[in-house]
């Protein structure tokens, strides 16, 4: 017999799809065809005069409206504007005035933090999503409503924890920060730690967990052991573990993340004691 085609995807169907992928923003005003013959050159605008020659350009394209910050100034400049902060909420002061990365100026605003500053559990993941960049706080899309369910598998909620991510402002189109960004927004993720003060840090995947925990190993064989966090002031024990978004496309993976979550509720018991 001959098989049945699969049915042509209607145009709903197609942007529910790019949406669910991340593909939500254009990269350039103008929509581009690109059925044309490549043959055929595109019309060119008068040459301009030649521009002096110029430092060579970042490892990643900037997109529309980015400004690509000296990257030793930047960084020197958010090591001293973090390290002045007093208080959670001066240092939330100093990253809406701070000029110094380039994903400020493209995100629609500041993803701080959600949850108890006072908690004793502090989770960090990489970078904002779509929904937290609208709502302005990190872990609300669909992975923080898994994260939820997780840490209310160990009677936790948002009342009893902190929630963080290393970069604050959500990277166009959702991609991968750059090692310049994480370097940048480290500082501030670094303070924010020590002005929370938890008990136990839990690193959400393995950018989060890579930069702050100093590691070059991957998620699957940092996860579940316990690492030392050390603020200057205090040695925190920090947990790596899967990020809930990895957990939406690989389910299979749950069962070693309740261990960690076991894990995380024995740990706060223990320092309770």
């Not at 020197?76 to 902060?85: G, K």
């Not at 100026?105 to 500041?110: G, I, N, P, S, Y």
Request: glycine share 6%; charged share 25%; with cysteine.
């Amino acid at each position: 017999m001959t098989p049945t085609p699969e049915p042509t995807p209607t145009l709903r169907q197609l942007l529910a799809f790019y949406l669910e992928a991340g593909v939500d923003c254009a990269l350039a005003e103008e929509p581009l065809d690109r059925l044309l013959d490549a043959d055929v050159p595109a019309p060119r605008a008068e040459t301009p005069p030649a521009a002096p020659a110029r430092p060579a350009a970042s490892p990643m394209p900037l997109l529309r409206g980015e400004v690509a910050p000296a990257p030793e100034a930047a960084i020197a400049s958010a090591r001293e504007a973090a390290r002045t902060a007093p208080t959670l909420e001066a240092l939330r002061e100093l990253l809406d005035k701070f000029d110094g990365c380039a994903l400020k100026h493209t995100a629609t605003r500041l993803v701080f933090a959600d949850g108890n500053p006072q908690a004793r559990v502090m989770f960090v993941g990489e970078a904002p999503g779509r929904d937290e960049d609208l709502e302005g706080l990190p872990f609300v899309g669909r992975s923080g409503k898994l994260l939820d369910r997780m840490i209310a598998a160990i009677g936790l909620d948002r009342s009893k924890a902190y929630i963080a991510n290393v970069i604050p402002w959500r990277p166009p189109g959702n991609r991968t920060p750059t090692p310049q960004e994480t370097q940048i927004c480290l500082p501030f993720i670094q303070r924010q730690i020590e002005l929370v003060n938890p008990d136990v840090l839990v690193t959400l995947g393995n950018p989060s967990t890579q930069a702050l925990l100093q590691t070059r190993e991957g998620i699957m064989r940092s996860r579940g052991r316990w690492f030392d966090y050390d603020t200057g002031s205090r040695v925190i024990r920090a947990l790596p573990t899967f990020h809930p978004a990895y957990l939406l496309r690989s389910p299979s993976y749950k069962r070693m993340s309740w261990q960690d979550l076991c894990a995380i509720a024995k740990a706060l018991a223990a320092s309770a004691a």
